[in-house]
């Protein structure tokens, strides 16, 4: 079967970094997808690794290992509006989304 | 970025009638749409996929004769649930495909609608 894993939920302090990490395991792989959503809102897109390495794109990175069916997404300079969800999502050889169930990120003060 | 639009945000409905939420690509043409479901902490789950001038394709589980889904347009896909019924509350979610060369084929997605049935 098909399957997203990614932390529950993660608590950072303002100002610090944070890593959250994503595996995968597909039918295929066309890319892999972070998006942010706020609560109540509709996911927003961050970023979109297809090839192995680091995407950096201002405070927020992006890391993508195809070997090891590993993501993470790496956030800078943490400020209270990053409080939010975070979904890891992998396209698979149909080019459908997989979703994880996403990773709620709380930071404090 | 792509803009989507969805209308309305929030429906509140009595128990057994029928509910249109519209989804819009305002910028863009999208042959594709899809229709996400999402409930309180849970993570998306997708219910269909619209493709302009052509039947949706339905999710396993999905009942298609309550979710019509009619794509009569390259800018507009509805989502109509039929008769609905409490356990039908949810947060409805619509996303377009925007047409690219490459391979990467991001989804952008509309701001929600909020369903709530009496």
């Known amino acids: 079967g098909q399957n997203i894993d990614q932390p529950t939920e993660m608590t950072a302090t303002e100002g610090a970094i944070v890593q959250i990490n994503c595996t995968y395991q597909?039918?295929?792989?066309?890319?892999l997808f972070w998006y942010q959503q706020h609560a109540g809102e509709a996911p927003t897109f961050l970023s979109y690794?297809?090839l192995d390495g680091l995407e950096e794109k201002g405070r927020f990175s992006s890391f993508l290992s195809r070997s090891k069916g590993y993501s993470y997404l790496l956030l800078k300079e943490l400020q209270m509006k990053d409080s939010a969800s975070y979904l890891c999502a992998v396209m698979d050889s149909n080019y459908q989304l997989i979703w994880g169930a996403g990773t709620k990120l709380i930071i404090k003060p | 970025g792509a803009v989507v639009s969805q209308h309305p945000s929030r429906v509140i409905c009595k128990s057994g009638t029928s509910v249109k939420i519209e989804c819009r690509s305002l910028d863009f043409q999208a042959t594709t749409m899809f229709w996400y479901r999402q409930f309180p902490k849970q993570s998306l789950m997708l219910m269909a996929t619209?493709?302009?001038?052509?039947?949706?394709?339905?999710e396993q589980g999905v009942e298609k004769d309550k979710f019509l889904i009619n794509h009569a347009s390259l800018t507009l896909s509805t989502l109509t649930v039929t008769s609905a019924h409490p356990e039908d509350s949810s947060f409805y979610i619509c996303s377009a495909k925007v047409p690219s060369l490459g391979v990467q084929e991001t989804q952008y997605f509309g701001p929600g609608t909020r369903l709530l049935v009496l």
């Open positions: 690794n297809v």
């Open positions: 619209s493709n302009e001038g052509s039947k949706a394709t339905y």
């Open positions: 597909t039918s295929g792989f066309n890319g």
